[in-house]
């Protein structure tokens, strides 16, 4: 396997890791439910990570505006549009223009909401819109 390939995978492994502990950071958020709600209200969250970058940025209303690469999970395309984002994330480290690898929650489909964002590389973004049998960069030795 190529160094860059190994590379992929970690990451890929590493963010799986992230996307798991999400929804205990939103079930741990939120306050108790009594006891006869709590088996009623089983929630089954949707998660999928994107990669893109900020088109806009709106902290007081806790918007976010990405173009993001192709999404397997939902069967999204290339596309610009609004996320709102959870109360538990910190989005003052962002700004427009900035590359983002995030999760966002679709179980809503009209209201996508980013339950984790993270500043990314320009380089991981391109990796998400080519393929892996397309090698821009090409070849890293073994």
């Not at 089954?44 to 990405?66: H, M, Q, V, W």
């Not at 962002?94 to 809503?108: H, I, K, L, S």
Request: hydrophobic content about 45%; aromatic content about 8%; charged content about 25%.
């Amino acid at each position: 396997m190529k160094r860059g390939g190994k590379i992929r995978m970690i990451k890929k492994a590493v963010f799986a890791g992230m996307i798991a502990l999400v929804p205990l950071g939103l079930v741990s958020c939120a306050p108790a439910a009594p006891a006869s709600q709590e088996k009623a209200a089983k929630v089954e969250y949707k998660l999928a990570p994107a990669f893109g970058s900020i088109l806009a940025l709106d902290t007081a209303n806790r918007k976010i505006e990405i173009t993001h690469a192709p999404v397997a999970e939902t069967d999204w395309p290339i596309m610009q549009m609004p996320f709102s984002v959870a109360h538990h994330v910190d989005m003052s480290g962002f700004a427009v223009g900035d590359p983002v690898e995030f999760v966002f929650d679709y179980t809503n489909d009209d209201v996508p909401e980013i339950v984790a964002i993270r500043r990314a590389s320009a380089r991981e973004v391109i990796e998400a819109l080519i393929p892996e049998s397309e090698d821009p960069f090409g070849s890293e030795p073994d």
